[in-house]
């Protein structure tokens, strides 16, 4: 059997069920790597405050955008990695290429329960499937943070946000960027 795993930071858990999570109806969410689904038990700010990926050799790197991101979301968190039946979910179009859905409920074949999950992510950085880049060696991938303008834009027609939204969202974690956004938008 080929599994597909999902983080949450509800323990416990012997079905899990569709939840709304930002598309137009509910699907139990899933990953083909263990690690990456590990990085959605917690992610307030998601994309605005940290960048990861899965690499092309199955590592995830993940890069803090902003300082102490990482101990923030991570450190003493208790959480859980369930693995599925890959069987049981599909890829569709709109979304990420690693990501996975069932429109149904899902039961579990198993649980892996963590009690600090920045210990779970240091351990996979041991083993070689986890890659942490702290704030400041952030420039090694990213010269500088314009691309959270795009971002911003890209966030605003996905979710359907207004001008207002989107600037007030990029805003709250990079106000130095905001004009830079407003004229986008003007061109909209």
């Known amino acids: 059997m080929e599994y597909v795993y999902h983080g949450s930071r509800t323990q416990n858990m012997v079905v899990l069920y569709p ?5 137009s109806q509910k699907y139990v969410y899933s990953c083909d790597n263990p690690v990456h689904a590990a990085i959605f038990i917690n992610r307030p700010g998601g994309s605005f405050l940290a960048s990861w990926w899965e690499r092309k050799d199955g590592k995830i790197i993940f890069i803090e955008r902003q300082e102490g991101v990482f101990d923030s979301w991570y450190k003493d968190l208790k959480g859980s990695i369930y693995v599925m039946d890959k069987n049981l979910f599909r890829h569709e179009d709109f979304l990420h290429k690693f990501e996975l859905i069932s429109d149904n ?12 999950l920045k210990s779970y992510f240091l351990e996979q950085e041991e083993q070689g499937n986890f890659i942490f880049v702290p704030f400041e060696k952030r420039r090694e991938y990213y010269k500088d943070d314009k691309d959270m303008v795009e971002l911003a834009l890209t966030l605003m027609k996905k ?6 939204d989107t600037i007030d969202l990029l805003n709250k974690h990079w106000p130095s960027l905001v004009s830079n956004l407003k004229k986008k938008l003007a061109k909209i």
Do not use: A, C, L, T
């Open 159 to 164: 979710h359907n946000r207004s001008k207002k």
């Open 19 to 23: 939840k709304d999570s930002g598309h």
């Open 105 to 116: 409920e899902v039961p579990v074949v198993k649980e892996i329960q963590f009690d600090d």
